[in-house]
């Protein structure tokens, strides 16, 4: 995952390769933290918090203002980090531009976060490599855990904090937690690393009511028309159509 984009027309870049993936326009769309962020951010003016004023943009979501971290430090670990997983390139925006990072945020302060909904209790044991989520930690714990040792081991190793690093370097380090070199309590690197990517590419795809596809720029880099009330006018027609994208906020106002 984290090595530097290459610009030659024989190697796909990260961005390019998870655009084109049928695996983003399916699975993870549908489900995962969204169904967390339902009732609690659509439609809602989130307050300033941690020194940030709120931005509306033309979706109307007010969403541009954490409410999860309130240390700007790890925040900018987090932003960092997304942007390395999501970056910019020919193709369009990258994970920062796109609000992936505000997504992740106000889905730790939801139940997504505090794993509301599923079962915690122990005896916990070390998952295997077919399972998933596996820890005693909730998520938001998991976030803290994982962002400050991203933070902690961009300091031991280059005197520097992770956000201001080269984006090899910041690679270098990701790459670490992806394959699982570093030792979290409570979590392994890996899991963290794996909850991370789909967090963000979470953030890129989802509706921009949850916070994150910052005018529906994500779906417009794939096509895909969001939510239309209806297809009874288009679906007779024989010449290919390009159908502008709505969001949810397109029903509310």
Not at 69 to 93: K, M, Q, S
Not at 191 to 208: H, K, M
Request: charged residues 20%; aromatic residues 12%.
């Amino acid at each position: 995952m984290a090595e530097q984009n290459q610009s030659t027309d024989k190697k796909m870049s990260r961005r390019r390769f998870i655009r084109n993936s049928s695996y983003v326009a399916g699975g993870l769309v549908g489900g995962g933290l969204i169904g967390g962020l339902i009732g609690s951010n659509l439609g809602n003016k989130n307050q300033d918090d941690a020194g940030t004023q709120g931005q509306q943009h033309e979706n109307g979501a007010y969403q541009q203002a954490p409410l999860y971290f309130t240390n700007p430090e790890i925040f900018a670990v987090l932003v960092a980090a997304t942007e390395r997983i999501y970056p910019t390139d020919d193709t369009g925006p990258g994970a920062n531009d796109l609000g992936a990072p505000f997504f992740i945020d106000h889905s730790l302060a939801g139940s997504w976060g505090n794993n509301t909904r599923e079962y915690m209790q122990g005896p916990f044991y070390p998952g295997s490599n077919f399972q998933g989520y596996q820890s005693p930690l909730k998520r938001h714990e998991v976030f803290d855990t994982g962002l400050a040792a991203l933070q902690r081991i961009s300091n031991e190793k280059h005197d520097a904090n992770f956000a201001d690093l080269e984006g090899e370097q910041q690679d270098e380090i990701l790459t670490s937690f992806q394959k699982d070199e570093i030792e979290l309590k409570g979590v392994t690197s890996k899991t963290f690393f794996n909850i991370l990517r789909q967090a963000t590419i979470e953030g890129v795809y989802a509706d921009p009511a949850y916070g994150g596809n910052t005018n529906m720029e994500g779906w417009k880099m794939k096509g895909f028309p969001g939510h239309q009330m209806s297809y009874y006018d288009k679906i007779e027609s024989d010449e290919f159509m390009k159908i502008e994208p709505n969001s949810l906020h397109s029903y509310t106002k």
